[in-house]
Nanobody, 128 residues
Framework: QLQLVESGGGLVQAGGSLTLSCTASTRTSRPYAMGWFRQAPGSGKEREFVASINWNGGSVWYSDSVKGRFTISRAYAGNTMYLQMNVLKPEDTADYFC???????????????????WGQGTQVTVSS
């Protein structure tokens, strides 16, 4: 079983940068893909896909809204994932969640329903 913990959220001005981290606190021998999703606070909307990465970082996928501004990566050991966010916009304000997909490790999954484990989220606020 994986336990995911996000960190790195905070308040930043538009145009600024933040780096989010997600660490799997329980190591597992099986490979897994990981992803970032976000949900605007109080929006009532479903979690929005942001970016995903397969087990070895060889395949990544981004939503159109963040492509070219955000970069997803994984540490060599594979149990920590990062999201480098540049040129942040007020519309990037949301709670950001990391997730792990243990059944499709070789693809960068975009569908939230394919993820098996979720973190508690970290808040990102971008002021205009």
């Amino acid at each position: 079983q994986l336990q995911l913990v996000e960190s790195g959220g905070g308040l930043v001005q538009a145009g600024g940068s933040l780096t989010l981290s997600c660490t799997a606190s329980t190591r597992t021998s099986r490979p897994y893909a990981m992803g970032w999703f976000r949900q605007a606070p109080g929006s009532g909307k479903e979690r929005e896909f942001v970016a995903s990465i397969n087990w070895n970082g060889g395949s990544v996928w981004y939503s159109d809204s963040v492509k070219g501004r955000f970069t997803i990566s994984r540490a060599y050991a594979g149990n920590t994932m990062y999201l480098q966010m540049n040129v942040l916009k007020p519309e990037d304000t949301a709670d950001y969640f990391c997730a792990a997909d243990i059944y499709r490790p070789y693809v960068a999954t975009v569908a939230a329903e394919n993820y098996d484990y979720w973190g508690q989220g970290t808040q990102v606020t971008v002021s205009s």
